[in-house]
């Protein structure tokens, strides 16, 4: 079965923008989340969602947003750009609970000039 | 600061040696799960494991996680080139996961 899709695979973005990112995950998955990989920071969790509601959410300001659709896609958004948000940003979909893995797409290598 | 603490943080070894990468934590957690993660690409889920003390094995890799679920360890026995890439620990804790520091491995041939 296909694999999680993200889309775009890269973006380049001036500050003060704003970034739409979207995810579709594994047939059957409900659960999206999504992180931000950097060099220094690893993976971080941003937040996840289920059956169209945000289950969890990460230690991240409020510039960073997302949503879910009731075909499971998800889309996450970051307003008013900074420096700092170049990453790559991962979308994960799974099974519901704990003992189920993620399955990880490609990403999205954002950056920020 | 990291709730899984993973050592070490860089290892280049030589094709055919043995390794073992380390996640460590404090916290105690339901599940923890290990994947490999290659350059430009997301990563990909090797082994969950949930039980205490429980050791897993994939082929050449060998997974355990530790009684008190506070740890885990990857043992790689006659690592291989294609054995390269980012190892990242994940545990659940609090409806959670949190992810390890990663273990950057290169394997010279």
């Known amino acids: 079965k296909a694999g999680v899709t993200q889309t775009p695979r890269y973006l380049i973005k001036t500050r003060g923008q704003q970034v739409t990112l979207s995810c579709s995950p594994i047939?059957?998955?409900?659960?999206v989340s999504w992180y931000q990989q950097t060099p220094g920071q690893g993976l971080q969790f941003l937040f996840e969602?289920?059956?169209?509601?945000?289950?969890n959410k990460g230690n991240f300001p409020g510039r960073f947003s997302g949503r879910q659709f009731s075909n499971s896609r998800s889309e996450m958004n970051v307003s008013t750009l900074e420096l700092g948000d170049s990453a790559l940003y991962l979308c994960?979909?799974?099974?519901?609970?704990?003992?189920?893995?993620?399955?990880f797409g490609s990403g999205t290598r954002l950056t920020v000039v | 600061t990291q709730l899984l603490e993973q050592s070490p943080q860089f290892l280049s070894i030589q094709e055919g040696e043995n390794l073992t990468v380390y996640c460590n934590s404090s916290?105690?957690?339901?599940?923890l799960q290990w994947y490999r993660q290659e350059p430009g690409e997301g990563p990909v889920l090797l082994v969950t494991?949930?039980?205490?003390?429980e050791v897993k094995k994939l082929k050449r890799l060998t997974f355990q996680f530790g009684d008190a679920r506070k740890d885990s360890s990857l043992h790689i026995t006659a690592a291989q080139p294609g054995d390269t890439g980012l190892y990242l620990c994940?545990?659940?804790?609090?409806?959670?996961?949190?992810f390890g520091t990663g273990t950057s491995l290169t394997v010279i041939p």
């Open positions: 994960a979909s799974s099974l519901p609970g704990h003992g189920h893995g993620y399955t």
């Open positions: 047939s059957g998955h409900r659960s």
């Open positions: 969602y289920f059956s169209e509601t945000q289950r």
């Open positions: 916290s105690v957690f339901s599940s």
């Open positions: 494991v949930v039980t205490g003390g």
């Open positions: 994940a545990g659940h804790t609090g409806n959670q996961f949190y």
